[in-house]
């Protein structure tokens, strides 16, 4: 799987939007970006994902660019609630591979304040 | 819609001692991870199942480790014996096949003493 690089932490004032940073240079063509999050004490959760095109769901929306060497994860009203470490993850899509595993980084803490 | 869940969420051995870690996946869901999750790390792959079957378990630690799916819908993981440096957290995720998104479980903290 590629590597990612994300910041190690991050700070976003509730009510706002949270715009998470995610680097993969060196990203291959069928090669996934998946978000997770993980909450203190808790399983990591699904957030999102997609290949090329932006995506968006009820909880966030994921924007790559045009290149695929980068992809930004935005919450647009983040809450207390949303206070997590959230992972970058680069997954290859292949029924014939054997990368099925999620390889996961140290990921983002963010931290939403009041 | 049920999600995995996990038994127990919390345990306390003292090395040498042997323990299990049991994972009911998702309703219909044919693939099973279990991950180990160590303080301040991502979570990494012990072993896949693909139904009944374990088709990568190359970063299990065959020596002390064993895990089984019987009838292709439970888990369990077992450690035995335990060492020191097995404290972490065990989680279990299922996805309905092995290139579908992947849910989680709680986890199980297991904490050798």
């Known amino acids: 799987d590629a590597k990612t690089t994300q910041p190690t932490s991050m700070d976003c004032a509730e009510g706002r939007a949270a715009n998470l940073p995610c680097n993969h240079s060196t990203i291959s063509g069928n090669e996934y970006v998946y978000w997770y999050r993980q909450i203190h004490s808790q399983g990591p959760q699904y957030i999102i994902h997609?290949?090329?095109n932006n995506e968006t769901n009820e909880m966030a929306s994921l924007i790559i660019t045009e290149d695929r060497k980068s992809s930004t994860l935005i919450l647009p009203h983040a809450t207390l609630r949303d206070t997590a470490v959230y992972y970058c993850?680069?997954?290859?899509?292949?029924?014939?591979?054997?990368?099925?595993?999620?390889?996961f980084g140290k990921g983002t803490l963010l931290t939403v304040n009041p | 819609e049920a999600g995995v869940v996990q038994s127990p969420r919390y345990k306390i051995i003292e090395k040498k001692q042997p323990v299990a870690f049991w994972c009911n996946p998702i309703s219909g869901h044919n693939t099973l991870y279990w991950y180990r999750q160590n303080l301040g790390q991502g979570p990494e792959l012990l072993i896949r199942?693909?139904?009944?079957?374990?088709?990568?378990d190359s970063q299990l630690p065959k020596d002390r480790f064993s895990a089984e799916r019987l009838k292709g819908v439970d888990s369990t993981l077992k450690i035995q014996p335990a060492e020191l440096g097995d404290s972490a957290v065990y989680l279990c995720?299922?996805?309905?096949?092995?290139?579908?998104?992947?849910?989680f479980g709680p986890g199980t903290r297991l904490t050798v003493l």
């Open positions: 995720a299922s996805a309905l096949t092995a290139t579908d998104t992947q849910y």
């Open positions: 199942y693909e139904n009944e079957e374990a088709v990568d």
């Open positions: 993850i680069v997954r290859v899509w292949s029924s014939g591979g054997s990368n099925y595993k999620l390889t």
């Open positions: 997609g290949l090329k």
